[in-house]
Every structure is written in C-alpha cells, then in structure tokens.
C-alpha cells in the first residue's frame, strides 16, 4: 500500500523558515510529479508548488521567490523550503503525488497534512 507521509510542519515567526518533507512508501514503480497544497481554514485547497519527475518546478504566484520545492528521487521524497513567512502563508500543507504502485495503474495519493502557523 501506497503511502505519502509528510513532516516538518509547525510554528514560526514573520520572516522565518520552514522546510517540510513528503516521503513516499511501499511498493512502487514509479513517481510522476508530485506537489504541494495548502488549506487555511474556511479556504480552500490551493496549489502551492508542483514539480515534474524530471524536476521542473511550478509555483503560486503567492509564493514565488520566497518557496522553494525540490525533491529527491532516490529517496522518493520532495520538499518545501519556505522561506520569508508571512502569516497569511498559515494553513494545512499537503503533499500529493502520482504514483505507479507495483502491478497497479497511476492514481494520485495524498498525504495526511502537516500544520504550518505563521505568528509573533
């Protein structure tokens, strides 16, 4: 059984940093482009980054320049530096990804999320 477990989360100041991770488990061919989303309470879900298999990345215009995703294949892994924090940045981050488990077709799975809160 496919699962996308995530870590990192938790609280931080104005200005500051975070890096989250999603790790991938159980029997898989293969990974396909994996991502990041977000959901602030009563909002809902938005895309935050995505990344391609072969790397390239995408992100929100809300994000751009302070979120970095990256992730590492041999490890079956990507993740979020977030950097230059802003409240508004305060939600449930969720890692997502397409994944070939072992003898099955693709199908996205999602992570359990992980609490990111921005405040002083």
């Known amino acids: 059984q496919v699962q996308l477990v995530e870590s990192g989360g938790g609280l931080v100041q104005p200005g500051g940093s975070l890096r989250l991770s999603c790790a991938a488990s159980?029997?898989?061919?293969?990974?396909?482009?994996m991502g990041w989303y977000r959901q602030a309470p009563g909002k809902q879900r938005e895309l935050v980054a995505g990344?391609?298999?072969?790397?390239?990345?995408n992100y929100a215009d809300s994000v751009k320049g302070r979120f970095t995703i990256s992730r590492d294949n041999a490890k079956k892994t990507v993740y979020l530096n977030m950097n230059s924090m802003k409240p508004e940045d305060t939600a449930v981050y969720y890692c997502?990804?397409?994944?070939?488990?072992?003898?099955?077709?693709?199908?996205?799975?999602w992570g359990q999320g992980t609490q990111v809160t921005v405040s002083s």
């Open positions: 997502n990804g397409d994944v070939r488990a072992t003898g099955l077709s693709w199908k996205t799975y």
């Open positions: 159980g029997s898989i061919s293969s990974i396909g482009a």
């Open positions: 990344i391609t298999s072969g790397g390239s990345p």
